[in-house]
């Protein structure tokens, strides 16, 4: 069964763009993956320091493979984690 995860991400103000390209690299690799059917971050129009990430994997376990290679975490510096605000919110649906 197909996943559909919707992550919401509240930057720094005017800290977009930067999180963007530190984010960019990761989102290109796992666009690759088998498995992956949607990962594409977007800027929210009427606040720009909200963003959201859409994904659609095949299913659970192709999901969960492709992060736990490409995604370290928070603390991962290859990611400007230290620009959000809180934890994202993160919402699962099964498609």
Request: with cysteine; hydrophobic share 40%; net charge negative.
């Amino acid at each position: 069964m197909a996943i559909r995860q919707v992550i919401t991400f509240r930057v720094q103000r005017g800290a977009a763009q930067a999180f963007i390209d530190g984010f960019g690299p990761i989102i290109d690799k796992v666009r690759g993956e088998d498995g992956c059917e949607q990962y594409e971050l977007f800027v929210g129009h009427s606040d720009p320091d909200v963003l959201v990430m859409l994904e659609r994997w095949r299913d659970v376990a192709a999901m969960q493979g492709t992060l736990a290679k490409h995604y370290k975490g928070p603390d991962d510096p290859s990611v400007a984690f230290s620009m959000v605000e809180g934890p994202p919110t993160r919402e699962r649906y099964e498609v």
